[in-house]
């Protein structure tokens, strides 16, 4: 269950289906499934792990099954850092595309390479063109991504998304 949900999520946000891929990701958040003391007592299970199933069938409906039991917590990390945050590294780049839910304006991040870090914000622009620019320290970085160092050093990283990237 929870597997074929993130694999699916991952896929909507790689088409650039942000409604879906957010959706899906809501759906199985467990955070979700403890939102008040009727949610908590029908999971039974702890708000920080990912279950691998929830149960569909009477009297168990809605409970979680299989939370510590399964690799579904590093597919979850990486639908939001990969797939929704858009951040992934590539040899000696970081990459970012993100799939940013429509009802996220901005949102930012620091990414640790060795003892460097990098402060990255992320924005929703406007314009008649859709594409994405990023910035690393004052200069467009190009396709490549922003070419990682360490240099003990605190770079800023500023990316405008325009339209539907």
């Not at 650039?16 to 759906?27: F, I, P, Q, S, Y």
């Not at 945050?85 to 595309?97: A, C, H, N, P, V």
Request: hydrophobic fraction near 45%.
């Amino acid at each position: 269950y929870t597997h074929a949900a993130i694999w699916a999520a991952m896929a909507f946000a790689a088409q650039g289906d942000k409604v879906r891929a957010w959706e899906v990701l809501t759906l199985i958040n467990p955070v979700n499934h403890s939102l008040d003391e009727d949610a908590v007592d029908r999971y039974q299970a702890e708000p920080y792990v990912i279950a691998a199933d929830v149960y569909a069938i009477a009297p168990h409906t809605g409970r979680a099954g299989w939370t510590w039991y399964t690799g579904s917590a590093s597919w979850m990390y990486q639908l939001i850092v990969e797939s929704i945050l858009g951040l992934k590294r590539e040899g000696s780049y970081l990459r970012i595309k993100p799939c940013m839910p429509p009802h996220w304006d901005n949102y930012s991040m620091v990414y640790h390479f060795g003892t460097t870090a990098y402060q990255i914000i992320v924005r929703r622009g406007v314009g008649d063109e859709a594409k994405i620019t990023i910035q690393a320290d004052d200069l467009e970085v190009g396709a490549l991504g922003i070419p990682l160092t360490d240099d003990q050093q605190v770079h800023r990283v500023a990316v405008t998304i325009v339209s539907d990237l």
